[in-house]
């Protein structure tokens, strides 16, 4: 006879307490491990800093580390994503200031690097995610081969070589980089 096994129903707020929370997503009820070596978690913080160095002074807006969580799916309301790196422009959140808990609305550009370990499918699931709920740039860093894959909202994409330069868009007026930048120490 086969037992059944009941699998447990987790919440928003329960990455929220869980002392590693952070290193979930949350999709259907269910905790999604978030593996992320050394070399991507310094590409991510190396995008981060260049893009909050440009932000920060010119008061355009906040950029978030690896760390905040993104509670903004309108067709799925509890899913939770954590992505390597984002950024919500002036204006959009109350007072521009970060809010307690997950943030509620999706961020104007949303960095994914990829891991050794990620899976394909996963990334696009992760990225669709943020189009879909509004995201209006995507960047997906590949370390290993030293390129971005640029998403936009409507649909159109570019893929960036070391040599080539990573700007902001509308979405961070003047930001621009070389992806060579993005791979500093690795």
């Known amino acids: 006879m086969a037992t059944a096994t009941v699998q447990t129903q987790y919440r928003p707020e329960d990455l929220l307490e869980m002392e590693a929370g952070h290193r979930f997503d949350l999709v259907n009820g269910q905790l999604v491990e978030r593996n992320m070596g050394a070399k991507s978690a310094l590409v991510g913080l190396n995008a981060t800093t260049l893009l909050n160095n440009h932000a920060r002074p010119k008061n355009l807006g906040l950029v978030f580390p690896?760390?905040?969580?993104?509670?903004?799916?309108?067709?799925?309301?509890?899913?939770?994503?954590?992505?390597?790196?984002?950024?919500?422009?002036?204006?959009?959140?109350?007072?521009?200031?970060?809010?307690?808990?997950?943030?509620?609305?999706?961020?104007?550009?949303?960095?994914?690097?990829?891991?050794?370990?990620?899976?394909?499918?996963?990334?696009d699931q992760r990225v669709d995610d943020f189009l879909r709920a509004g995201t209006r740039l995507v960047w997906v860093i590949y370390p290993d081969t030293r390129t971005v894959l640029v998403l936009r909202q409507g649909g159109s994409s570019a893929r960036l070589g070391a040599n080539d330069q990573l700007s902001g868009e509308d979405v961070l007026p003047g930001f621009a980089c070389s992806v060579a930048e993005l791979f500093v120490g690795i």
């Open 66 to 123: 690896d760390g905040c969580g993104y509670q903004a799916f309108p067709d799925e309301p509890q899913r939770v994503r954590y992505p390597d790196g984002s950024f919500i422009r002036h204006g959009r959140l109350p007072g521009d200031k970060a809010p307690e808990g997950h943030v509620r609305i999706p961020p104007d550009l949303m960095i994914e690097v990829v891991s050794p370990n990620d899976a394909a499918w996963e990334v």
